[in-house]
């Protein structure tokens, strides 16, 4: 009998955008979600797994308000990293949030948006992606 192996919920540097030119490859890809309050840019990235950048202005409020947002948010992605949706080819997405000033959001109400919002645009790279195929000879 195989024992069961529970995935491991760790975000390493792995899982992050840790590069400007990584973060400007998401913004070049022009394929943007809004949800609630987050605004999420996304980019295939040939990985088997999801990456997660963060973009938090001033406008989200003062310092500590933006590192609870922040650690919401990366908390959030580290739990439902697993439960992600991937492209048809098996890759995941690099994303970027960017927060907008809001109330304060449970934990869990981040994860129902990141959830939801990871499915928009995977429906939507796909839907991109077979009209590249279509159109190429």
Known sequence: MEAFVSP???FPAALRLTHDLQYQA?????MRKNVG??????LP????????GLAVSRKC?????????????RESFR???HDLP???????????VSPRAHHAMTLGEHQILLKEVAAQL????????LKRKDAAP
């Not at 998401?26 to 022009?30: F, G, K, N």
């Not at 990235?45 to 997660?52: D, G, I, K, M, S």
């Not at 500590?64 to 922040?70: D, G, S």
């Not at 991937?86 to 970027?96: A, K």
Request: glycine share 8%.
């Open 8 to 10: 491991a919920f760790t």
């Open 26 to 30: 998401v913004h070049a890809a022009r």
């Open 37 to 42: 309050p987050l605004s999420i840019g996304s």
């Open 45 to 52: 990235n040939q990985l088997p797994h999801w990456r997660l």
């Open 61 to 73: 409020g003062n310092a500590v308000t933006r590192n609870l947002v922040k650690r919401r948010i």
């Open 79 to 81: 739990l439902a990293q």
């Open 86 to 96: 991937r492209l048809e080819d098996g890759t995941g997405l690099d994303i970027v």
């Open 122 to 129: 995977i429906h939507a790279w796909n839907q991109r992606l």
